[in-house]
């Protein structure tokens, strides 16, 4: 397994900034956000979903696109993917999505998936994805990048299981599931081991972070109050839920050889050490598994 960084989790770094500190740290590969920054943000502090300093902007020109790759190959790193915001509504962003990974150089991009908050049925939304997705799968094939949908809390795919049941009709080879652990502690959890099992040829990718859950203040639900007393929040990537020993321990059972991307929200620490301290506890716990193999 190698490793990467999703440049969500660095905001406060450049391109340039970011590519330094992933090769200094022994990260291997780029997952870069696709997003612009909101003009109202481009003055604040920068924070990870608002002013994001290591973001590629989607108006931005192919010279740009072309710019970050070099950038990244210059520093002995692959952009191994591209990663939107994409509604499964809006095929004509999807598609300049896909252009845009192809011009990169990218092998994968996160694609749409329906959000579910009860307001719409849940079959319904399933129908509406896998129409999406059949559009998405004839792109992957049109542009070589391979889409991935990733298990989310708040969307119709928030465990191994249910993004299953929507890929498993497409070819693995275009359509895959980006497996993320720290999302399934909000919502969607299932045995790591029984998970990639399912998923098997479809699971592509892994992203690595930690939550936990704990009790709010001042709140003390009962019988039949709307607000539940406890909430899911980020955590240092060793100090949650997740044992990222076992996940480890049953992503080397189903014999997964792809990229472990660092997506730590918990801030912790600062950027330059929480890949480092990433790296390090990865590449520790990986030995010491195929030391017991």
């Known amino acids: 397994m190698k490793l990467s960084v999703f440049t969500v989790a660095t905001p406060d770094m450049t391109p340039q900034e970011l590519v330094k500190a992933a090769s200094v740290a022994g990260i291997e590969g780029i997952e870069w956000r ?7 943000a481009r003055a604040d502090t920068p924070s990870f979903w608002g002013r994001n300093l ?9 010279d740009n696109i072309l710019d970050i790759r070099n950038l990244t190959v210059q520093a002995g790193l692959t952009s191994i993917a591209l990663v939107p915001y994409l509604s499964v509504t809006d095929l004509a962003s999807t598609e300049q999505a896909f252009e845009t990974a192809h011009v990169l150089g990218a092998s994968m991009m996160r694609v749409g998936v329906p959000s579910y908050n009860r307001a719409e049925n849940y079959h319904d939304l399933y129908k509406q994805a896998d129409a999406y997705l059949s559009e998405v799968q004839e792109m992957s094939r049109t542009y070589g990048v391979k889409a991935l949908v990733e298990t989310h809390h708040g969307t119709i795919a928030p465990s191994a299981s249910l993004a299953y049941r929507l890929v498993s009709r497409f070819d693995p080879g275009h359509v895959g599931v980006l497996y993320d652990p720290g999302n399934m502690v909000h919502e969607g959890f299932e045995n790591y081991r029984m998970g990639l099992e399912l998923l098997g040829p479809y699971l592509a990718h892994v992203h690595v972070k930690n939550a936990v859950w704990a009790k709010k203040e001042g709140l003390s639900g009962g019988i039949g109050s709307a607000e539940s007393e406890y909430e899911c929040n980020w955590s240092p990537l060793l100090g949650g839920v997740v044992k990222w020993s076992q996940v480890l321990r049953d992503l080397v059972s189903v014999d997964y050889k792809g ?17 480092k301290h ?3 506890h990865m590449k520790a716990l990986l030995n ?5 193999v």
């Open 34 to 40: 696709y997003k612009g920054i909101p003009d109202e």
């Open 54 to 62: 290591a973001s590629i902007d989607p108006a931005g020109t192919k």
């Open 259 to 275: 990229y472990l991307g660092i997506e730590d929200f918990s801030q912790s620490l600062p950027s330059e050490e929480m890949l």
């Open 278 to 280: 990433f790296s390090h």
């Open 288 to 292: 010491e598994i195929w030391a017991e």
